[in-house]
């Protein structure tokens, strides 16, 4: 399909941008233009306008702008295809079709949502006459209201095989069972039905119905849910030429505007709980349609917001499921996108809750959602016991397949630092001290403390030159190892960073080593040699590591494999040297402000302390993104 600049320009001259804007937000009339009250933005003096000549909005408060299209895209959340499509239609204006056949589709689908809108407009006629009181009963007993009703759009399908199938005769059977609204029981044979032997059907009978409706509002299937006993106690519409399920989500087309309001979508197990949350003002919620998220619904999802709340019931069946979804995101995650997790009271659905304590209570469960990584942490915490060194080993494994499973390098880095923290912290943090303070003397350095407000404070101890050595912990020791590594390829760089290298203080005795030996090189040659190096260290240990870091094909703290490019291994490396060397200046620098503030805790001494722990933790976590690693350690 191409779309001329022309085409473009024609569509947005053929539209009235006031009336566009003016079917969701109300707008008056001032001077030449309209004004508004942003939609983009919450506020109570309008500062949003529409100017229907030069054919653009324009928001002076949060500067949204945009014409038709933006508008469509942005406010509606349809694809830039849709909206033109959209916009050409209201505008009687036909969009180019790629090719003959792409217009034989356009032309087939188009029939197809023609026979689902009278099929809605069959089942909502159903409901309001003599067959669907029942229907009417059950929606009253859920309490919803007649307005929520008409705003979902509830049909009733009368308990008989022929109803729709006989007031939507027009369309052809042939059409009816392509739309899945006829079950055609030949279909499977041999001969493709075409010799037809047994009438076709109604697929829904004796069922309360929603229509499921695409990004552009247009009915494309149906949920029917069972009013009294039988199974399937939901049945959905098969998957058409209009319908994937894979690929919908159900409310997408009103909660996709929604969340540009709220910055927010709520993803629920099933309809109804759709329906009870926009009855009580949570606009921005969707469903899967009876399947675990799939991959295609998660982009979906990324393209409303970064990262959607998955909220699905407290008990076993929604945790399976909420996992099902975390594990399922993990290859397609990438910085800034995510999941979120909130969990129902057990035995509760968001109606139930609603109902029992009102739409503050939901607020409060979407408040206190997890982020991804703390419910994989805390699901593969519970998954089995811990007990053992075996079952702890085990726990190791587990978050490294996690971990193994995320796609974007950075992301993964993040992860595994953050799973080695959780993991050293349970099995190798030391033993807590006990509630009250212990001991005597002038110096109270690694004791309990009282603050200011009486509270007793644990003691902090001081930094020292064991605690601030580069390769105390696995992630600096890899980064270490990555660093010699490629100085030992590259000796020309020891000299250019030799004071920097010369002040570290090395925990492994071999590291220690082969790090003296270079820098010692480098104060008697200006051009040292890695022949060189190698000849200076001798035989030994230190020797035997140095010539399996020069087999190694890898650098640890960069993403590609070993470059002939001198530039790039120059930035590398002096990006990993000044790394590795920040970490004993923060070690210290935090514990001075922690010391300062734990002597005289005020705002400005806890601000610092806050500030320079803040530091740190962004330090650790460039930490490790240079040590990557497929592995916890």
Known sequence: ??????????????????????????????????????????????????????GFYHCFGCGAHGDAIRWMTDQRGLPFMEAVKELAQAAGMD??????????????????????????GFFEEQLGGIDGAEARAYLGKRGISDATRRAFGFG???????????????????????????????????????????????????????????????????????????????????????????????????????????????????????????????????????????????????????????????????????????????????PGHSLAFATLPAGKDPDDLIRAEGPAAMDAVLAAAQPLVDRLWSHEQTVAPLDTPEQKAALKQRLAAITEAIGHPDVRAHYVHAFRERYDALFFARPAFSNAPRGQGANNAGRWQRDKKGNWKPPIAPVGQEARAIGATGMEQRLLRAILASLLRHPDQIVRHRETLASLQVADRALGQLLAAMIAASFRKETVETD??????????????????????????????????????????????????????????????????????????????????????????????????????
């Not at 590609?560 to 790039?568: G, I, L, N, Q, S």
Request: a neutral charge; aromatic letters at 6%.
């Open 1 to 54: 399909m191409s779309l001329t600049p022309a085409f473009l320009d024609e569509l947005r001259a053929r539209t009235s941008l006031s009336t566009l804007i003016g079917r969701t937000v109300k707008v008056q009339k001032a001077g030449r233009e309209y004004k508004a009250c942003c939609p983009f933005h919450n506020e109570k003096t309008p500062s949003f306008t529409i100017n229907d000549e030069k």
């Open 95 to 120: 969009v180019p079709a790629a090719d003959p056949r792409a217009a034989k589709r356009a032309e087939a689908a188009k029939g197809l949502h023609d026979a689902m809108g009278a099929a809605q």
């Open 156 to 334: 009733y399908s009368p308990d008989g095989r022929g109803r729709l199938k006989s007031a939507l005769k027009e369309f052809g059977e042939p059409m009816l069972i392509e739309a899945g609204l006829l079950i055609d029981p030949d279909g499977a044979e041999p001969d493709g039905g075409k010799t037809r032997k047994r009438d076709t059907y109604d697929r829904f009978r004796g069922r309360l119905m929603l229509p499921i409706r695409d990004i552009r509002g247009r009915v494309i299937a149906f949920g029917g849910r069972i009013l009294g006993a039988g199974e399937p106690k939901y049945l959905n519409s098969p998957d058409t030429p209009l319908f994937d399920k894979g690929r919908t989500l159900y409310n997408i087309d009103r909660a996709s505007p929604a969340s540009r309001n709220t910055g927010r979508v709520i993803v629920v197990e099933g309809y109804m709980d759709v329906v009870a949350l926009a009855q009580a003002g949570f606009a921005d919620a969707v469903a899967p349609l009876g399947t675990a998220l799939t991959e295609h619904q998660i982009e979906r999802l990324w393209k409303m917001v970064e990262v959607p709340i998955l909220c699905f019931d407290g008990d076993s069946a929604g945790q399976k499921a909420a996992i099902r979804a975390a594990m399922r995101a993990l290859p397609l995650l990438r």
């Open 532 to 633: 060189g190096l190698l000849t200076i260290l001798g035989p030994g240990e230190v020797y035997n590591m140095a010539k399996g870091m020069l087999r190694a094909d890898t650098f640890t703290f960069t993403p590609h494999r070993m470059t002939t490019d001198a530039d790039r291994v120059t930035r590398d490396l002096e990006e990993a040297i000044r790394v590795m060397a920040q970490g004993p200046e923060l070690d210290a620098a935090l514990a001075e402000a922690t010391r300062r503030a734990r002597e005289d805790l005020n705002e400005a001494s806890y601000a610092e302390q806050q500030r320079v722990h803040r530091l740190k933790m962004d330090h650790e976590s460039r930490l490790a993104e240079l040590a990557q690693s497929d592995d916890i350690e």
